[in-house]
């Protein structure tokens, strides 16, 4: 099956810092890839969007200068935290979409991040 | 708005009980209806889905059926196994952006 891969896996950073999180498409090329967070004990809550080639569609109250979003081939999209303080220490995780004439999603195994 | 509520977890079960997890949704228009499983260390995957009324999505042992007249898509399995221990999330999808929204997801801890 269509396999989505997340680097690194965990992250600790310091306050103030950039974090770059990667999410690829191993065997399939991903039109489009949605990114989440995820809360302990709570649901993923989709932050954004993206399409390949164009910008990213964030949701209602995330902060797209927080949170770049590039999706610049089909099998790769990176998501860059941006002066990261430890209120955006959570459980990040993407998806990809598309190759297999469905539209399923398929997820990556996420991203701890943890800002000291 | 459209969203998605579980039961709370954790549901533990000895071996070869039988399983539901309640899954109750609310949305506009005629969303399709998703049970996603995380096992642990690993990312979700599709378990099964349904894209209308009455339809019944079924894989692994594991059936939920479309019910529009009680908003409902539970999750049910007739004989659990250890190795079905896992999250497991109910979703619902509006429109063709694609976009999920997820319900709260439900831990299954199935002891031997």
């Known amino acids: 099956g269509a396999v989505v891969s997340q680097h690194p896996s965990w992250v600790i950073c310091k306050s103030g810092t950039s974090v770059k999180i990667e999410c690829r498409s191993l065997d399939f090329q991903a039109t489009t890839m949605f990114w989440y967070r995820q809360f302990p004990k709570q649901s993923l809550m989709l932050m954004a969007t993206s399409n390949e080639g164009s910008k990213a569609t964030y949701e209602q109250g995330v902060e797209k200068d927080k949170f770049l979003i590039n999706h610049a081939s089909l099998t790769l999209s990176t998501l860059t935290v941006t002066s990261a303080h430890p209120e955006d220490s959570s459980f990040y995780i993407c998806?990809?979409?598309?190759?297999?004439?469905?539209?399923?999603?398929?997820f990556g195994p996420g991203t701890r991040l943890t800002v000291l | 708005g459209n969203s998605v509520t579980q039961m709370e977890g954790p549901v533990t079960l000895s071996e070869e009980a039988f399983l539901t997890i309640n899954c109750t949704y609310t949305a506009t228009g005629y969303p399709s209806l998703f049970w996603y499983v995380q096992y642990p260390g690993e990312g979700l995957q599709l378990l099964l889905k349904a894209t209308k009324a009455d339809d019944k999505g079924s894989n692994k042992g594991f059936e939920a059926t479309y019910r529009k007249e009680t908003t409902s898509f539970h999750l049910e399995k007739g004989s659990v196994q250890v190795s079905d221990s896992a999250v497991y999330f109910c979703a619902l999808r509006t429109g063709n952006t694609g976009k999920l929204i997820f319900g709260q997801g439900t831990t299954l801890q199935v002891k031997p």
């Open positions: 998806s990809a979409r598309g190759g297999d004439g469905t539209d399923t999603q398929y």
